[in-house]
């Protein structure tokens, strides 16, 4: 009988540090939608804090580590830190325009991309589950766009745009792990490049000065990003998988609650039922 290399692997420890995870997630939705509401800054600003926030402490931890930050794959870092970055700020565009619930609903569309992307990049042969549940996120993203009208549909759009380009991001992660490239690297990289776009996008369109009104929101959105991530990482290395990634979608259930409490957000049944949908494919297509 073999001893696990973790006490705590496959126990509700994972569980438990997933359901935290989602809920700072929930709450970064929260500070991203406040930041935007209450001092007007627009989605490049709130992207570049996010970032720049990661970027420092991830950064600033590494080298007190004496972590070697060289890498022999500049180029495939180059391109997923590009297409995380691209995704990151189309995802901020969204939560600012469209209720928590859909705005994370359509993020977590990222899990049916990846499907997508591993079968047609990765030539991966999908087995009975994996085909219903791109076919089932499919039919819950034509019931949650069918009810959009007017300027939603362009937000509708970008949030579908970005999960279907984090899930090439998630892909080029697979990748570089492949490689050998350390998550802390890769996240480091990302966190670079986001924080040099989002920085001259921000300077191109106009930098509002920080205020004490407005820090406490800015630093409430890099803390509670980056507090997921780790209680995530943590998640997947000592729960059970199938677990982790189903309890993953209390975000969207978090952010459902928030949108109700704190913004007065009032979905339709038919939003509700294609985001159902939609989350019953991302935890099918998990079960592999």
Same mark, same amino acid.
């Given at each position: #009988?073999t001893t ?10 994972? @569980? ?12 970064m939705?929260v500070f991203?939608?406040? @930041?935007g ?12 804090w996010?970032?720049?926030f990661?970027?420092?402490?991830? *950064?600033?931890f590494?080298w007190?580590?004496?972590? +070697?930050f060289?890498t022999?794959?500049p180029k495939?870092?180059?391109w997923r830190s590009?297409?995380g970055s691209?995704?990151?700020l #189309?995802?901020?565009y ?22 997508l ?5 990765l030539k ?6 994996t085909?219903f549940?791109?076919i089932?996120?499919f039919?819950g993203v034509?019931i949650?766009l ?6 939603d549909?362009f937000?509708m759009?970008?949030?579908l745009? @970005?999960?279907?380009i984090?899930g ?6 697979r990748?570089?792990s492949?490689?050998g490239?350390?998550a802390?690297?890769?996240v480091f990289?990302?966190?670079?490049l986001s924080?040099i776009?989002?920085g001259?996008?921000?300077w191109w369109?106009?930098f509002?000065?920080?205020?004490f009104?407005?820090?406490?929101y800015?630093i409430g959105? *890099?803390?509670?990003a980056?507090?997921?991530? $780790? $209680?995530?990482?943590y998640?997947y290395?000592?729960g059970?998988?199938f #677990? ?5 979608y #209390?975000t ?6 928030f *949108?109700?409490?704190?913004? +007065?957000e009032?979905?339709s049944w038919?939003? $509700?039922?294609g ?9 099918? @297509?998990?079960?592999?």
């Open positions: #009988m696990p290399t973790n006490p705590n692997q496959g126990s509700f420890f994972g @569980s438990f540090y997933m359901v935290l995870a989602s809920l700072a997630f929930a709450l939705l991203i939608k406040l @930041s509401q209450k001092f007007g800054m627009s989605t490049y600003e709130i992207t570049f996010r970032v720049a990661s970027l420092v402490v991830l *950064g600033g590494s007190i580590k004496g972590r +070697d060289r022999r794959y495939e870092h180059f590009l297409a691209v995704a990151l #189309m995802n901020f969204v939560v600012l325009h469209l209720p928590l619930a859909t705005a994370s609903t359509l993020q977590n569309t990222s899990a049916i991309f990846l499907g992307l591993s079968i047609t990049i991966q042969k999908p087995n009975k589950i085909w549940s791109l089932l996120g039919v034509v949650l069918k009810p959009t009208t007017g300027g549909t937000a759009l970008m949030g745009m @970005s999960g279907a984090s090439y991001a998630y892909l080029q992660v990748e570089l492949l490689l490239e350390p802390w690297r890769i990289y990302f966190s670079l924080t776009i989002s001259v996008l921000a369109f106009g509002r000065a920080l205020s009104d407005s820090l406490p800015i959105v *890099g803390v509670t980056l507090l997921g991530q $780790l $209680l995530m990482t998640a290395q000592v059970r998988k #677990m982790v990634a189903t309890l993953s #209390m969207v259930v978090f952010a459902l609650v *949108g109700i409490v704190l913004f +007065d009032v979905l038919q939003v $509700l039922l985001i159902g949908i939609i989350v019953l494919s991302g935890i099918l @297509s998990g079960k592999k």
